[in-house]
């Protein structure tokens, strides 16, 4: 039921560009993502809506594939703050309240 | 701005003492959840309120149980603490589920190791 997310890691130089993927075996009703800085609490970033509303901040992006139940998180420019774990969380059509978080991706941005 | 608070940052326990873990949100918010975090697994839910005196069981439920008698404060209880269960212990709270609102809010994690 977990969500896998892809690649497990990356590492940037400041400025490139990143995507990280999530996926889910089963129907979705939304996308969350969060960051998680070494020795801190996640943060939310970004929440997709079945339907196609998103809401978000910071300059990162996302898209939802309903129909494949994917979510891809886009990082462009990167920028050292950037570096952290991101973790998807996956709420489905037959769970309320709950999210099923992905194991993360550690991301390490390299001036 | 929202606040979670956990009741220890670090916390060393034997083998079969009981574990409160304490959990105060400050905004009124309806749901609470406890989750664990594991290297390469994670944040797994242990449990979820959705509001005082509701509970529900996560994917983890087994060895733990939680108590909400105030809307503001969410425990998890470890009736006979084993190894297997020295892991980071993350509460996290929200509004709602509808929408904006159902961002979830992180404490800072309570570090439990049990030996």
């Known amino acids: 039921q977990q969500p896998v997310q892809s690649p497990q890691a990356v590492i940037l130089r400041e400025g490139e560009d990143a995507v990280i993927n999530c996926s889910s075996s089963?129907?979705?009703?939304?996308v969350h993502w969060y960051r998680q800085k070494h020795g801190e609490a996640p943060v939310f970033l970004m929440i997709l809506l079945k339907g196609g509303e998103q809401k978000g901040h910071e300059k990162i992006s996302a898209s939802f594939n309903e129909k494949k139940q994917q979510s891809s998180l886009y990082l462009t420019a990167s920028q050292l703050s950037y570096s952290g774990t991101y973790f998807c969380?996956?709420?489905?059509?037959?769970?309320?309240?709950?999210?099923?978080f992905g194991s993360g991706t550690r991301l390490l941005v390299r001036p | 701005d929202v606040k979670v608070t956990q009741s220890s940052r670090y916390l060393v326990k034997r083998t079969g003492e009981k574990v409160f873990l304490e959990c105060v949100q400050d905004?009124?918010?309806?749901?609470m959840f406890w989750y664990r975090q594991d290297p390469g697994l994670g944040l797994r839910l242990i449990y979820f309120s959705y509001d005082v005196k509701m509970k529900e069981k996560g994917d983890i439920p087994e060895g733990y149980s939680v108590s909400r008698e105030k809307k503001e404060r969410f425990s998890l209880i470890l009736e006979s603490a084993s190894t297997n269960q020295t892991s980071m212990y993350l509460c996290?709270?929200?509004?709602?589920?509808?929408?904006?609102?159902?961002?979830?809010?992180f404490g800072p994690g309570t570090r439990l190791t049990v030996t």
């Open positions: 905004m009124d918010h309806e749901n």
């Open positions: 089963k129907a979705l009703y939304s």
């Open positions: 969380g996956t709420e489905t059509m037959d769970s309320s309240y709950k999210l099923i």
């Open positions: 996290a709270s929200s509004l709602d589920n509808s929408g904006a609102a159902y961002e979830q809010y």
